[in-house]
C-alpha cells in the first residue's frame, strides 16, 4: 500500500472509531427527541468527528455520583441449630446440638427519605438480625416492615433520627426499552458498593418467576448484587436487581431485574398497609399455547385462557367467563399466565382495568376491578370434639385471602388443618397442619361448622371415608377407629 493510500485508509479508520465513541457518548446523556428535520443518524454513513476534549471525556460518572449515595449493603444473621453425631452419645442414639452463626449479604436502596429501603425478600430470608451500612458506611439496625416472597421484594425501616437521606426516584413512566443503557449499582460478593453497566437485553421475561416480568441485563450482577439498584441515565430507578442466569454461580452476562412498576406498589401497599398486597380479579388462567390458539381461532399464540370463575369475584362481576381469552391489560399486552399476574400485581387496591378478551372470534372490552382476594367465608376456627378420628384437630374455612396467606391454590374449598393436639385422638392418624379435608363419609366438607355437625351423626362410628388434599395431590383412605 502506497503512503498516500495508507494516510487516506488510516484517516477513515480513526474517523471511524472517533464517530462510534461520539455515538456511545451521545447514548449515555438523557434521552432527547432530535429536531424534525434532523436526518435519522442511521441515514449518515459518517457521524460527526468529536469536536473538543469534554465530548471525548464523556463518562457514567455523573449518573454514579447521583445515585450512588442512595444505594446500601443489607447485612443479616440468624442462629442455626444443628445436631452432629458424636462418639460418645453416639451409643446412646444421640447426638450433640451445635449452634452456629449463617450470615449473608445483600444490597437495597433507599425509596423513602426517612429510611425506607427496598430489597429482596430472599436477602432478608429468616433473618434475627438484621443491619443496613450507608453508602457513607454508617450502620444502622433495620427491621422489615413487609415482605413478599412470590414478588422477591421485601420493604425495610431504619430510624434515621430524623434526618433526610438521598433516596432514588421510581421510574414513573415505565419508559425503559430494550437497547437502553443501564448501570447496576450493588455490594457483590462483599467486596463493597460495585457500579456495572450494560444493556438492557430484553423486558418482560417471564420465564424465570411465576410473578414478575423481569427486565434482562447483561450488566454484571454477582451475589451480593441481590436487591441492589438498575438505574437508567436520567438517575432513575428502572429495577431491582434479583438473580443471575449461570451454571457457575457467577455473572455470565444474563441478570434479572424485578421492574420499578411493581417496585413501587410494593413499598406502597408496604406502608400502607404493612403488608404487600397483590391483587387478583377472580380468575384461574393459562397461557395459550400454538394449538390452542388454532382452536380458538387467533392467528398466533397470546394471551391467557381463562379456565375457571371464581364465583362473585371481580372478573365474574365483571361478565368474564370460561374461555375467553384475556390479551390485554390496560394497553399492556398478554403472553402468559406469568406476565397477567404481574400486570394485576402493579395495581392498587380497587383500581379498574380495562380488559381486553377475544371471544367467540370477537374482541371485547370489560371494565374489571382488582381487589384483593375476600375471606368469604369467614375463617371461623374451630377444635373439633368428639369420639372420632378427627378430635383435637383445629380448623379454619378455606378462603380466597387465606389460599393468599398460605400459598394455597384460590380455588380450592373445604377446611384446612392449622394445628393438633399431641395428645388427641386425632394425633395418632398422621394429620398435618396444612391438609385441606375435602370429604368426609363421602360428604363434601363446605365449612367447619357443617364438618363438626357430620362427626357428631356419625359418632362412635368404627369406620371412617375421608379424603384430604396435601401439597397439591388428593388422598382418599378409610380409617378404622
Do not use: C
Not at 444505594?71 to 460418645?88: A, G, H, L, M, S
Not at 388454532?294 to 399464540?301: I, Q, W
Not at 383435637?392 to 377446611?415: I, K, R, Y
Amino acid at each position: 500500500m502506497g503512503g498516500t493510500a495508507y494516510i487516506t485508509f488510516m484517516k477513515k479508520y480513526i474517523i471511524s472509531f472517533l464517530s462510534g465513541a461520539l455515538v456511545l457518548g451521545l447514548a449515555i446523556g438523557p434521552r432527547v427527541s432530535p429536531p424534525a428535520s434532523a436526518a435519522p443518524i442511521l441515514d449518515d454513513p459518517i457521524s460527526i468527528v468529536p469536536q473538543s476534549a469534554a465530548q471525548m471525556k464523556m463518562s457514567f460518572a455523573p449518573v454514579v455520583k447521583q445515585t450512588a449515595p442512595a444505594v446500601v449493603n443489607v447485612y443479616t444473621e440468624r442462629k442455626v441449630i444443628r445436631r452432629e453425631r458424636d462418639p460418645f452419645f453416639s451409643f446412646f442414639g444421640q447426638g450433640m446440638a451445635r449452634e452456629r452463626i449463617e450470615r449473608s449479604l445483600g444490597s437495597g436502596v433507599i425509596v423513602r427519605s426517612n429510611g425506607v429501603i427496598v430489597t429482596n425478600a430472599h436477602v432478608v430470608k429468616g433473618a434475627q438480625e438484621l443491619k443496613v451500612i450507608l453508602n457513607d458506611r454508617r450502620e444502622f439496625a433495620a427491621k422489615i416492615i413487609a415482605e413478599d416472597k412470590d414478588s422477591d421484594l421485601a420493604v425495610l425501616q431504619i430510624d434515621t433520627k430524623g434526618e433526610r437521606l438521598p433516596v432514588l426516584p421510581i421510574d414513573d413512566h415505565n419508559s425503559l426499552e430494550v437497547g437502553d443503557i443501564v448501570l447496576a449499582i450493588g455490594n457483590p460478593f462483599g467486596v463493597g458498593q460495585t457500579v456495572t453497566s450494560g444493556i438492557v437485553s430484553a423486558l418482560g421475561r417471564t420465564q424465570v418467576s411465576d410473578l414478575a416480568s423481569f427486565i434482562q441485563t447483561d450488566a454484571a450482577v454477582n451475589p451480593g448484587n441481590s436487591g441492589g439498584a438498575l438505574v437508567d441515565m436520567d438517575g432513575q430507578l428502572v429495577g431491582v436487581n434479583t438473580a443471575i442466569f449461570s451454571r457457575s454461580g457467577g455473572s455470565n452476562g444474563i441478570g434479572f431485574a424485578i421492574p420499578g412498576e411493581l417496585v413501587r406498589r410494593a413499598v406502597d401497599s408496604a406502608l400502607t398497609d404493612g403488608k404487600i398486597i397483590r391483587p387478583w380479579i377472580g380468575a384461574r388462567t393459562e397461557g395459550v399455547n400454538a394449538v390452542m390458539a388454532e382452536a380458538l381461532g387467533l392467528d398466533r399464540p397470546q394471551g391467557a385462557i381463562v379456565e375457571e370463575v371464581y364465583p362473585k369475584g371481580p372478573a365474574d362481576k365483571a361478565g368474564l367467563r370460561r374461555r375467553d381469552v384475556i390479551i390485554s391489560v390496560d394497553g399492556t399486552d398478554i403472553f402468559d399466565d406469568s406476565g397477567l399476574r404481574f400486570k394485576l400485581a402493579t395495581f392498587a387496591r380497587g383500581h379498574k382495568a380495562k380488559v381486553k378478551v377475544w371471544r367467540d372470534g370477537k374482541y371485547k372490552t370489560f371494565n374489571v376491578k382488582a381487589d384483593t382476594p375476600k375471606e368469604i367465608p369467614a375463617r371461623h376456627k374451630i377444635a373439633l370434639e368428639g369420639t372420632n378420628p378427627f378430635s383435637g384437630l383445629s380448623v379454619v374455612n378455606m378462603s380466597p385471602a387465606l389460599a393468599e396467606e398460605l400459598d394455597f391454590d384460590p380455588f380450592v374449598s373445604g377446611v384446612v388443618i392449622r394445628s393438633l393436639s399431641r395428645r388427641s385422638l386425632s394425633s395418632r392418624y398422621g394429620f398435618r397442619p396444612g391438609d385441606i379435608i375435602l370429604s368426609v363419609m363421602d360428604t363434601d366438607i363446605t365449612s367447619t361448622k357443617q364438618l363438626q355437625n357430620l362427626l357428631d351423626e356419625y359418632d362412635d362410628s368404627r369406620v371412617w371415608s375421608l379424603s384430604l388434599e396435601r401439597n397439591g395431590r388428593v388422598t382418599r383412605t378409610r380409617i378404622r377407629f
